[in-house]
């Protein structure tokens, strides 16, 4: 039964819609269990009613059609129990229910699996047996094992507007509603407009779906890249030599077949007539012939199904290449990929960049640190956004709280208008507390720092009226290269950023890659990488590459002296240690050169629960403390901080994290240490007021968030 489950979900997978995708599903299940009728119930959250999806055995007319109450009959009771229900004789059960429209008596033996995602009902898949049957354990340990997998598919399409759109349910009054998918908030700010999709070159799983401008032209491109793909394998074939095995050359005939006319060649021409455009259209079919192939049980013939991915690479090549590749992007762009990139967000005019949506990624990818450099609106780790299906649709980004808003209806988007309306006017109005000091009505002051990964960040910086920069990640300048920059090119960098801000102090922070920042040229294969070798533990491994870098900032700081250090990731106090030797003996060097440098405060970042209930230990060895409470939230709580499923237990506010804050605070006041915090809870008005009453003495956080932060 496990290669029939991997095989059904390698179909699923592969099917060009949800519709079909569910069909298989029914299909293959029936088969598997050999029963004579399989149905998939799904509810409809709106109406409360569970809607029959897809079914074998029962009529196909009544798919969409029949709809029962929650509570009604055996699936109602599946729903309830949320377990499976098994029943040889359904009729005789007291919660049996006949629906007039099922017709469904003519089967005797029951079993429904509840489908469940996030703790949320989504559906009930169903087989049924006329004669009087038990389905045994390992019949319900498939269906319950296939229903798991199938929840996350399942509860995509209800959230991307895909269910309501099959139902076509139009009751009276009813009125169009918005599609939401929740992400990561990564940039804060809304922005309206539409969807450009972004997806890598040479990769035909991440085409996406296109109407097709001229379908003529489409026509043309196709019959050029097929024509130009079969002259290929015509030469490599020629060039094979004579003493291969026939069998082996046969297989390049193979390969022609596959791209002639009357075979694939057809189906993509058909798909194309149909109004979507070539690249979107290869897509398809080679898709679906993948997994065709990938289903049959015979190893050799599994094997072809790489072949065809080849090929099909090949003619999206050749397509590609083609193509005109002056992309538009519409006055109003919004970016959407599975991995937008930070070269595919710089690629677009600035003025015409609203917003940011990636299936993937977190509040830390470069692409999301670039934009919150521009200020651009960001959602990440939309997890399940089918992006290829998006290119055009209008949306709304609410990088406030996480959300993408698919086809907004005309209300939504006056909410959203009124909303950015009234951004903009508080922006303006802020701008007059950029010159007054952070200080509340009776007098108590704080300091408000910038959170900056990258020198560009500097005009803004200074338009918002930061005292300095209380976090400079300096990871992210490493992250933008393909080697580890040299001394020179890391101190050119770092005094740009000291000359910038002079005199206000800089706090740069040293290297802190490893966990879900790699460098790509450092790679760290790891199972555990957030309780690996990430942050000091690193750069204390590697003394070549701390040493250069601190080097590198000393010197920066060189008849300036406004820069300060903090470590990250740090455990144990011992760690301290190691790393005041390293920075004592690289300050030793350069002065030794002559350059003529104080040695820099220097600071420890909490982000660990040991550092926390170490605070005071540490405290004594440096001049600040920072607390990194991104990374202190993650750790406490034992919450990756990128994984949507568990996006709802991250909770800065969580009792336990302010406990351990307060903690922090009065262990740096107890040895008369200042101390800060730069993790985002620093940007968020409804935090910072409470942060402020336990003491913290700063607050750095990104810089649109900082004239908001100066107001409250
Ligand atoms: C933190 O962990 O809170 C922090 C500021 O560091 P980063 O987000 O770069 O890990
Ligand atoms: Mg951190």
């Not at 090929?311 to 109003?332: D, W």
């Amino acid at each position: 039964m496990l290669t029939n489950l991997r095989q059904i979900v390698q179909e699923v997978n592969a099917a060009q819609d949800f519709k079909q995708a569910m069909q298989i599903l029914v299909s293959r299940v029936r088969e598997t269990i050999e029963t004579q009728a399989c149905s998939l119930f799904l509810i409809d959250q709106k109406r409360k009613q569970f809607v029959l999806m897809s079914t074998v055995g029962l009529s196909d007319k009544l798919v969409g059609k029949v709809r029962l109450g929650l509570d009604q009959g055996l699936i109602g009771l599946v729903g309830e129990r949320a377990e499976p229900v098994n029943i040889r004789d359904a009729p005789s059960h007291p919660k049996y229910y006949l629906s007039p429209k099922l017709g469904d008596d003519k089967f005797k033996s029951f079993l429904g699996v509840p489908i469940i995602h996030q703790r949320q009902l989504v559906g009930v898949l169903v087989v049924q047996e006329g004669e009087e049957r038990g389905f045994d354990e390992s019949e319900e340990a498939f269906m319950v094992t296939v229903s798991a997998q199938m929840a996350g598919i399942i509860a995509h399409a209800a959230a991307t507007g895909i269910l309501e759109k099959l139902w076509a349910y139009k009751a009276r009054g009813a009125r169009k509603e918005s599609h939401t998918v929740k992400g990561i908030p990564a940039v804060p700010g809304v922005g309206i407009g539409n969807a450009v999709v972004v997806y890598p070159l040479a990769d035909l799983a991440a085409v996406p779906d296109k109407e097709a401008k001229d379908v003529q032209v489409e026509l043309e491109l196709f019959n050029q890249a097929l024509l130009a793909s079969r002259q290929d394998i015509e030469e490599l074939s020629a060039r094979l030599p004579e003493s291969l095995p026939t069998a082996e050359k046969a297989l390049f005939e193979v390969y022609l077949q596959i791209l002639d006319d009357n075979s694939i060649g057809k189906e993509v021409r058909a798909l194309i007539e149909d109004g979507q455009w070539a690249q979107g259209a290869l897509r398809r079919v080679i898709n679906k012939h993948i997994a065709a192939f990938e289903a049959m049980e015979d190893s050799y013939l599994r094997e072809r199904a790489d072949d065809l991915r080849d090929l099909g690479r090949r003619v999206l090549s050749h397509l590609q290449s083609s193509k005109q590749s002056v992309s538009e992007y519409p006055e109003q762009t919004i970016l959407v990929g599975d991995e937008v990139t930070a070269s595919a967000l710089a690629a677009v005019p600035s003025d015409s960049l609203v917003g940011v949506v990636s299936a993937s990624g977190s509040k830390n990818s470069h692409v999301a640190i670039l934009a919150r450099a521009l200020g651009v609106p960001a959602v990440m780790g939309t997890k399940g956004l089918s992006v290829t299906e998006l290119d055009g649709v209008q949306l709304i980004v609410d990088g406030y709280y996480g959300q993408v808003y698919l086809e907004p209806t005309q209300r939504l988007r006056k909410q959203y208008i009124a909303l950015a309306k009234e951004e903009q006017q508080l922006d303006a109005d802020l701008e007059q507390l950029r010159d007054l000091p952070a200080q509340t009505p009776d007098n108590y002051q704080v300091s408000l720092f910038i959170n900056t990964g990258l020198n560009e960040d500097a005009g803004l910086s200074s338009s918002v009226g930061a005292e300095g920069i209380g976090l400079f990640r300096t990871e992210v300048p490493f992250m933008l290269r393909d080697s580890f920059p040299t001394e020179e090119e890391q101190r050119v960098l770092y005094r740009q950023l000291l000359s910038a801000f002079h005199p206000r102090p800089v706090i740069m922070r040293t290297l802190d890659v490893g966990g879900d920042k790699p460098l790509p040229y450092f790679p760290i294969e790891e199972a555990n990488p957030f309780l690996g070798w990430r942050g000091l533990r690193i750069t204390l491994d590697h003394p070549e590459v701390f040493l250069v870098q601190l080097r590198a900032m000393l010197k920066a700081n060189h008849e300036l002296g406004n820069l300060r250090i903090l470590f990250p990731m740090v455990t144990n106090p011992s760690e301290v240690d190691d790393a005041l030797r390293l920075l004592a003996r690289a300050h030793k060097e350069i002065v030794d050169e002559g350059f003529d440098v104080p040695m820099p405060l220097v600071g420890v970042m909490l982000e660990v629960p040991s550092a926390v209930y170490m605070a005071g230990s540490i405290a004594k060895r440096v001049d600040y403390l920072s607390v990194g409470s991104n990374d202190l939230t993650q750790y406490l709580l034992a919450v990756d901080r990128n994984n949507s499923h568990v996006s709802n237990i991250y909770d800065g506010l969580n009792p336990a994290v302010l406990m351990s804050l307060m903690q922090a605070v009065q262990s740096a006041h107890n040895e008369a240490k200042q101390i800060s915090i730069c993790g985002e809870m620093a940007g968020d008005p409804a935090s910072v007021i409470l942060l402020m009453a336990m003491g913290f003495n700063a607050f750095s956080m990104n810089a649109t968030s900082l004239p908001r932060i100066k107001w409250v």
